[in-house]
């Protein structure tokens, strides 16, 4: 064999040899980039997680304090979570079930609330509000559960019923999630003569009794309600019925007197008026007409019809 083809099949071999590690190095490379992906993408992962987790602390409904249940002064911490409003002695105990934001508990209390109002001011009634948030439930969004707190914040310093009837008087239409935004249940505590403090603003954005709320809203779940409202006369169901009557005002009147007869009033408590204030022109609370059937508001359950309730007579 010639010098000249040895040669030759010497930079073959080489150039075989050069070849295979630069593939190899190739492959090194490679690899150390698909590693470098894969850790790049855990660490993003967790950066992703910890965004979320962060957001889901910080998602609208206040710094909540952990879930932590924080009692609203003058409602019993050991008993349930109810808002009392009236005599303590009265003969009878309205008891109402409702969520900020559902549509068939606005025209409820804009059709009865003077009446309410006038029989707890007789000391014939006293009334326990529970809270649910159904609506967030069944529409999304954090409306029920942030104005129920911005109403236990209210309940605080004594001023619940005023800022629960400007809520109603001012409710957004149910898809509207108005109430999820500390700026408009502000804006709406201005209604109320000396509700809007620093401590209740503060109140508002931290979601102090956001775990109060929830409370609540799981004893609505756990009593296999129909929907809300639900309202109880001394735990009868009378709404949208009581027996065979049709509720209205007068019939409200009459079912409390006959459950107050022979009984002695209570010691008479003065329920504080909200300011006058009509109802928002951006979002309007329409009284019920007469004509139609406002729906009451239910659990989102695949078995549970939605519950029709009849026109309420004003």
């Given amino acids: 064999m010639s010098d000249k083809n040895r040669d030759g099949k010497r930079t073959a071999r080489e150039r075989l040899i050069e070849e295979r590690e630069a593939q190899k190095a190739r492959d090194k490379r490679r690899r150390t980039l698909i590693v470098a992906a894969a850790v790049v993408g855990v660490l993003g992962l967790a950066a992703v997680a910890g965004i979320l987790a962060a957001n889901m602390g910080s998602d609208g409904d206040g710094d909540d304090s952990a879930n932590a249940v924080v009692t609203p002064k003058g409602t019993d911490p050991k008993g349930d979570p109810m808002i009392p409003v009236g005599a303590k002695d009265a003969p009878s105990t309205l008891t109402v079930w409702e969520d900020f934001r559902c549509p068939a508990c606005a025209q409820f209390e804009n059709a009865f609330r003077e009446t309410i109002h006038e029989l707890e001011r ?20 954090s409306g029920s559960l942030k104005s129920a707190n911005a109403a236990a914040c209210a309940q ?19 898809t509207d999630d108005a109430f999820s935004k500390d700026s408009r249940l502000i804006e709406l505590a201005n209604k109320v003569d000396g509700l809007v403090t620093d401590t209740f603003k503060q109140c508002v954005a931290d979601g102090t009794h956001n775990g109060w709320v929830r409370k609540s809203n799981e004893a609505f779940q756990k009593g296999n309600f129909q929907g809300t409202p639900t309202v109880q006369l001394n735990g009868e169901s009378i709404f949208p019925k009581k027996g065979d009557e049709q509720i209205s005002p007068d019939n409200l009147k009459k079912w409390v007197a ?57």
């Fill in 122 to 141: 007789a000391g014939q009634i006293k009334i326990e509000y529970h809270l649910a948030t159904l609506i967030d439930g069944n529409m999304g969004g």
């Fill in 258 to 314: 006959e459950a107050n007869k022979g009984k002695k009033a209570g010691t008479a408590t003065a329920t504080p008026p909200a300011s006058p204030s009509p109802a928002s022109p951006a979002s309007p609370a329409p009284a019920p007409p007469a004509s139609s059937a406002p729906r009451a508001s239910v659990p989102p359950a695949a078995s549970q019809p939605q519950a029709s309730v009849p026109p309420l007579t004003p």
């Fill in 156 to 174: 605080d310093v004594g001023k619940f019923v005023p800022y629960h009837d400007v809520l109603y008087q001012n409710q957004p239409p149910e």
